[in-house]
């Protein structure tokens, strides 16, 4: 299905959704999560590390952290996968959990799992979070990751310019990827329209709401060509099937 396609059918589902509120008894929120609700510590050469965010507002460092703790190692704070801004906007029934991976060769990336709650804001358009002081979309295609052993996984890469002034007047610059895609009950998709047409899809016809998982890696542009992609693709074949395995399924719960 085409995200354009896909935005319109969700819109006309969203709307049919809130006219037929009155006469809908409940939207069952089921806890089914389609993948695994963190990350893993390893995944094939690739070490991993804790990314974690101090939420004592006076503080509000982050830490990469070999060992998971709950204080912050300076002020003595809670830590949290989500920092302080991200807490204040999200729903609180939000889950996350963000690593950092570096392997033999020095590549670093850091990967951010996000899931969804009752609310549906606790994912949106990952574009919308890119755009800051210093930071400016620059372009964004699809790329496919090929396995041996299943069909390709379709990610979107989204190329991100960030500038910086040194303490002299100086301007430099620098180029990141942001690589993501979503999850939920059972579909994969790299498209924002199309995941809101699942989710309206289930809400409406089935009276069900499902977590859904929003995953992304960053990286940057430290080799020219297409290199720092094949290391991305390269970590995506090792994460994605530690990502399915033993995952936990719970019961459904009333909203």
């Known amino acids: 299905m085409k995200p354009a396609t896909a935005f319109f059918i969700a819109a006309g589902l969203m709307l049919g959704l809130t006219l037929a509120m009155p006469s809908l008894t409940r939207v069952r929120f089921v806890d089914e999560p389609s993948i695994a ?16 965010f101090c939420q004592n507002p006076e503080h509000a460092a982050g830490y990469i952290l070999d060992e998971l703790t709950t204080k912050c190692p300076e002020c003595g704070g809670d ?3 989500l920092s302080i801004f991200e807490r ?54 699809r790329r496919l990751v090929t396995f041996s052993d299943r069909k390709p996984l379709d990610l979107q890469v989204v190329n991100v310019q960030q500038s910086r002034k040194l303490a002299d007047g100086q301007m430099v610059y620098g180029k990141t990827f942001f690589a993501y895609w979503f999850s939920g009950h059972g579909r994969e ?27 992304s890696v960053t990286g940057i542009y430290d080799q020219p060509g297409d290199a720092p992609l094949q290391k991305l693709d390269d970590f995506i074949r090792e994460i994605y099937p530690l990502m399915h395995s033993n995952v936990t399924i719970t019961s459904e719960t009333k909203d």
């Open 37 to 52: 609700t963190s990350l893993p510590d390893n995944a094939g050469g690739w070490k991993g590390q804790y990314i974690l």
């Open 79 to 81: 830590l949290n996968p």
């Open 88 to 141: 204040a906007v999200l729903p609180d029934d939000t889950r996350a959990d963000k690593r950092q991976y570096t392997r033999s060769d020095g590549t670093i990336l850091q990967a951010a799992l996000v899931f969804s709650g009752r609310d549906r804001a606790s994912i949106h358009r990952p574009e919308v979070c890119l755009v800051a002081a210093g930071s400016e979309v620059i372009g964004n295609k």
């Open 189 to 215: 998709t790299a498209s924002h329209p199309v995941r809101m047409f699942w989710m309206a899809w289930d809400r409406i016809l089935r009276n069900r709401a499902y977590p859904w998982a929003y995953l």
